[in-house]
Structures are given as structure tokens and as C-alpha cells.
């Protein structure tokens, strides 16, 4: 029963455990009917032992029933025991008026009668509700099985002296320090017994163990050898060479703790200060103990707050944190605080629990926060005024653009016209010369102007506007080849068909003769001019695409993410082409518009290859943004 406890005490005193006589290992022939019939007979055995190994002081632990026998030995020798830690006590097991116990007589008398009918089953039902421990159910099963051991006939009696005696007429009487050891949750011994005990005990200590059932001393070890040496520290009954145990380094620690600790009562006089409190307060313990409130060492303002705010919380809440405040030291100064605080309620007392942090480095670290907060949003500010700046700077030169390129269109086709209609005059060999550079030079100026209208056009967010039709897609590629193969004489054009001829592939055909011319200007711009450029045209399951293939040196790695964008000229730093960088950006818009994608793939053994995808539907137009014409 005690070998969780006992070795936590065998280094420190002499520990003497023993069995009640008629149970566990006594010798069952001394057991007397008359004797024990009243706990006294229990209470002169341990007089006894006390007698023969007693020597100095003598410290009675008990549990429940036996907390009781201590106590009738200690009044009946006053001094032979120094202190009791009396763990799940109770002097009457009975209600009666005002004291609540948790079972009325006929309780009491049915337990009894189950006990007399049938001793086993009693012992199996009642030990695991007095253990308690739903974490642990071996040890209601050990407790039931010490019960089954037990003789019944002496059980039975023992059970009967015990729930049927009334002891709380002795307790005034006990002048020995006592612990009373109270389960949070435990129903042979409520809560209101050990405060009951408490209230009338001269020198009785309540202390309480979250734990249900009435064992702690089985189910929670832990906390119980803790309280029974905080019950030691604060009666001065620990061995002199145990000062430096473990609660009173604890005691020792807070009291130098990196926080304010301290304690007041509900009109927030100070009962307890830490070190660490009264030096940064710059008084001493005395000076504040017993005659300072909590709210005088407030300045005005922090007090108006405390009195109309915190002590409100507390009391409806039960805690409260992070309170700002600040506090006026000895010497007049102030110090900016940090407040924590937790109400308990004990035996009727009402008691603040607290805990204070200086904060000046966090003011300062505030404060610092807050200039720089500031700063950041001035120059958030500024960038956004620039960045809407520059929106509208770039916004103005797109329009340019596409105005310039719109009004520039109608006296360069004049240009071109009027050159032609002078190629079918009679000329002189020197004039033709001339009319072909004009001729040659008005047509890459028309290009250009058609890539800035569509670069205009897919900037503005509608996209490139396109009218998807039904088309053979191997006729309009291989149109589209002829015409450049014209073109570019003096270079190898090659159309590869894919693929049956069908009517599936919706593109709107300029586009897309818009789109292969595109590319294969950039096959001849970069590719190799001995080598053919490859036109494949292909007519698949669930789409269609168009692919051209040069070979030369590919394309580096890390021009490749960005070789779709606007203004990205090239591929190779000696290339002598003079592309401003729009016909493979145009050459991807015109595949979005379809609701297709372009790919590339560029080694030196499979060459640059460019391909159009375009699924076999016609996909969804975008809405065109606000004051926005997706027909232009």
C-alpha cells in the first residue's frame, strides 16, 4: 500500500510500516473481538510501536480510517507524535445537519448488509469505486484481491467499527500539526470533509490532490510525496540535513525568480512578496507585508484602472493578463509593469495570486516597432504612387503605340501601293532596283506595325482577337508554306503532313498562317541556313498542332523561361537578326486565343522545334474589360 510513498522517505527518517491487527500479514490469533470493537484498540497498537521504535520525532501517516486511529493515540499521550499527514480523512462517514460526510445512515447500513450477504462480491464492487484511478484499473483489481484475503468475519467488523463511529468531537482537541491530504473527486471523503476538518483543527493544513478515488498514495504518488513535503517544510519538522530538498530550492527560486511574485488577499493588501518584487520596488519584505495594498503602489491613472477593471475581472473571471500598468517605486520613480493575475478561493478565502514583468525594454521595443511601422507605410505609400505611376506612364505608351501603328498603316499602304502601280510603268533598271527596296522595306514596316497592333491588343487584357472556323488544317499550313517559300527563295521549305484531312481543327486560318509565318521567320533568323526547315502540320484524336523544326545551335537553357515574353530577341548573342522580339510572343498569344499553349523543345540532336497545340473545340471568349472592344 505504501511502496510508492516509503522510499521517498526511507533516506530521510526511519520508516516503519505495519498492518492493522486481523489484516494483511498480522497475527490473526491476536485479533480481540472487545479490543476492536472501537478504533481506540487500533490507536493503543500503535502507541506500542511507537514505544518500541519510536526515538525522536514521530511523524504518523495514515490513510483514511487509520488517520483517525493517529489521532486517538496522539490524545491519549499527548507528544508522542510530532505531526499527522492524514490522507483521504474522514471523522464520520454519516451526514448529519450541516456536515455533509456524502452517505445518510441507511447508506451506510445497506453496505453493511451487502457485506453480510456476500463478502466476495462486495469486495469485487466496492474496490475499484474506492480506487478510483480510471487510468489505472490494476489497482482496483488489487485492491479487491487484498480484500478476498482479508478474513470476512474480522472485515465485516472492522467495516462496521469504521463507517459507523463518529470522531469529530476529538478533532478541537488535536493541538499536533496536521496535514489533511483531500482528493479532488472522492466519494468515501468529499471535499467538504477536509474543508470541515480544516475549519476546526487547531493545526490542521488542507492541501489538495487532483485525483479521483480515495488511494492518492497508490494512484497519484507524485503529488501526494509533494505535499507531504511542502506539510513538512512549512511545519519545520524536515531533517536538518535535508535543507536543501527539493521544495526548498523550489521556495528558493521563486523567491529570486526573473518576475514579481506575490500575493494579496481580495482587498488587495499584500499577504506574500517575492525578492525579486520588493527589490525592484526598493522595499523591504516588512515594509510592504501586511501593510501596503496593491493598488497604493499604483500611480493615478493605473489605479483608477486596477480598482475599476481588474478587480471586476478577477472576480467574474477568475484571471486576468497582460494588464499595463505602472508602479511607483520607493523613490518615487515609475516602473512600466506587465500584470498577471489568478483569484483562488480556499476554506472561504479569497486570495489574489500574481505575477509582474517590468517592461521598459518592451515600451522601447514598442516604440521602436511604431517608428517603424510609421516609415514603412510613408514608403508604401511612395511606391504605390510610383507604382501607379508607371502604370500609367506604360498604360499612355501602349496606347501611343497603338495609335502611332494604327495611323501609320494608311500612308504606308499608300506608299506601297503607289510603288507597285510604278513597277508596272515603263522604268528604267536602276528605278526597279529602287522600287524593290521600297517594296522590301514598306512590307517589313507593315509587319512590324501589325505586330505592334497585336502586341497592343493582347496587352490591353482581352487577348488577341481571333475567329475560329472549320478548316483543313494541312491545306492552310501547306498555303501558308508556298507563300513563304516565295518568300525566302533562297532557303529549303519542307510541309509534313500528319494525319487524315478533317474539318475538326477550329483555328481561325489567318491566325494561323499569322502564327507558322512567325515561326519560320525565326527558324531563319537562328537556324542553320544549310539545313531544310521542317513545316509539320498534324491532325490528331483530340487535337491538332503545328510544329516547325530548324536545327543549329539551341537554344540556351536560360533564355527558355522567358523566351515567350514581349521584347525578348534571339536566341543567340550573333544573331544578325533585327526583330524588336514580338513574333513568338505573338506566336503564344495566338495559341491562348484558341485555348491551346505552345511548347519548345531545342537540342543539337533533335534541332529547335516549336509547336502549336490546339484542342478540337472552341473555347470559351473571355469577357472583355470594362471599356474594352474585343472585336478591334
Known sequence: MWRFLEPAYAKRFRTVKFDLVGAGQSDLSAYDRNKYSTLQGYADDVLEIIK?????????????????????????????????????PSPCYINDGDYVAGFERKDIEALLLSMENNYLAWAGTLAPLIMGAPGKPELGVELANSFRRADPEIAKQFARVAFLSDHRSQLPRLKTPALILQCSDDFLAPVTVGTYMSRVMPQGTLKMVKNIGHCPHLSEPGPSIQAIDEFLVETGLERPDESG????????????????????????????????????????????????????LLTKGSRIFYQTHVISHL????????????????????????????????????????????????????????????????????????????????????????????????????????????????ITGDQSDT??????????????????????????????????????????????????????????LLHVRQGQSTNLCLVDAHRLAQLVGNLVSNAIAYGDPAAPIIVTSSSGEDACSVAVQNQGTPIPQEKMANL??????????????HSVGLGLFIVNEIAKAHGGSMTVVSTPEQGTVFTAHFPYRQPQAAPAPDGADSSS
Not at 528558493?252 to 511574485?261: I, N
Not at 522595499?283 to 501593510?291: A, C, H, N
Not at 475567329?467 to 525566302?488: K, M, N, Q, R, Y
Not at 515567350?564 to 537578326?577: A, E, L, Y
Open 435 to 492: 522600287l524593290k527596296r521600297i517594296l522590301k522595306a514598306g512590307g517589313r514596316a507593315s509587319r512590324l506595325m501589325d505586330d505592334l497592333l497585336d502586341l497592343t491588343q493582347a496587352r490591353s487584357g482581352s487577348g488577341l482577337s481571333v475567329t475560329p472556323a472549320a478548316i483543313d488544317l494541312h491545306e492552310v499550313v501547306s498555303d501558308a508554306v508556298d507563300e513563304l517559300a516565295h518568300a525566302f527563295p533562297g532557303r529549303q
Open 245 to 296: 530538498s527539493l521544495l526548498a530550492r523550489m521556495l528558493e527560486l521563486l523567491d529570486h525568480f526573473p518576475c514579481g511574485l506575490a500575493q494579496a488577499d481580495q482587498y488587495g493588501l499584500l499577504l506574500r512578496a517575492n525578492s525579486t518584487f520588493c527589490n525592484w520596488l526598493g522595499y523591504t519584505r516588512d515594509e510592504l507585508i501586511g501593510k501596503l495594498k496593491i493598488e497604493e
Open 564 to 577: 515567350f515574353q514581349p521584347m525578348v530577341r534571339g536566341s543567340h548573342d550573333d544573331s544578325k537578326s
Open 52 to 88: 518500541e521504535f519510536g526515538e525522536g520525532l514521530v511523524i504518523f501517516v495514515g490513510h483514511s480510517v487509520s488517520t483517525m486511529i493517529g489521532m486517538l493515540a496522539d490524545l491519549k499521550e499527548p507528544g508522542r507524535i510530532a505531526a499527522h499527514a492524514m490522507i483521504g
Open 315 to 426: 472576480q467574474q473571471n477568475g484571471s486576468i493578463s497582460e494588464v499595463r500598468a505602472e508602479v511607483l517605486r520607493k523613490d518615487g520613480q515609475t516602473l512600466p509593469i506587465v500584470l498577471n493575475a489568478i483569484q483562488h478561493e480556499n476554506q472561504g478565502i479569497t486570495t489574489h495570486d500574481l505575477a509582474i514583468f517590468v517592461a521598459q525594454d518592451r515600451e522601447r521595443y514598442e516604440k521602436e516597432l511604431i517608428d517603424s511601422r510609421t516609415r514603412l507605410e510613408v514608403m508604401v505609400e511612395h511606391a504605390t504612387q510610383l507604382q501607379a505611376q508607371a502604370k500609367e506612364r506604360a498604360e499612355f505608351a501602349e496606347q501611343m503605340v497603338g495609335i502611332v501603328s494604327h495611323d501609320l498603316r494608311n500612308p504606308l499602304m499608300t506608299v506601297l501601293m503607289s510603288a507597285e502601280l510604278l513597277g508596272k510603268g515603263s
